[in-house]
């Protein structure tokens, strides 16, 4: 029995371990319909996308200077291949999820915006 309980423990702390997320987590739950529910074009303002989404992770301007704002949050989970022994070494990766919200403003005044969504992969290990 005790050999049981151990191995859950183990199990469950694998798993825990295994997942991670970063980014502004403000766009985590966010689907597009509900974004142009929140952002509405030449209507919301950047002092309302802040008090919504908080600061943005990166700012830029376009060439015609159009201010950019850019959210991102990404999800990914350790491929199982990782806690193989031995294997774990030679080959790791992770896949997931990552949602980016860009907004560009025109003066004060959100111009466009746009929400997507990709699969993202990544892999790593030692390499002859």
Known sequence: MKNVTVAGCLT???ALSACASSG???IKNETGTTIDQKIQDGVTT???VRAQF???MDTS???SGHEVWKYAFT???E???NFIPYYGIFSSGSHGSEKQLSIIFNGNTVWHHSLSNSAVT???GISG
Request: hydrophobic residues 15%.
């Open 24 to 26: 502004n987590e403000s």
């Open 122 to 124: 990544s892999h790593g």
């Open 46 to 48: 950047k002092d309302q």
């Open 75 to 77: 999800k990914s989970k």
């Open 12 to 14: 469950a702390i694998l």
């Open 79 to 81: 491929d199982g291949t």
């Open 54 to 56: 908080g600061d943005p």
């Open 61 to 63: 301007f376009t060439d």
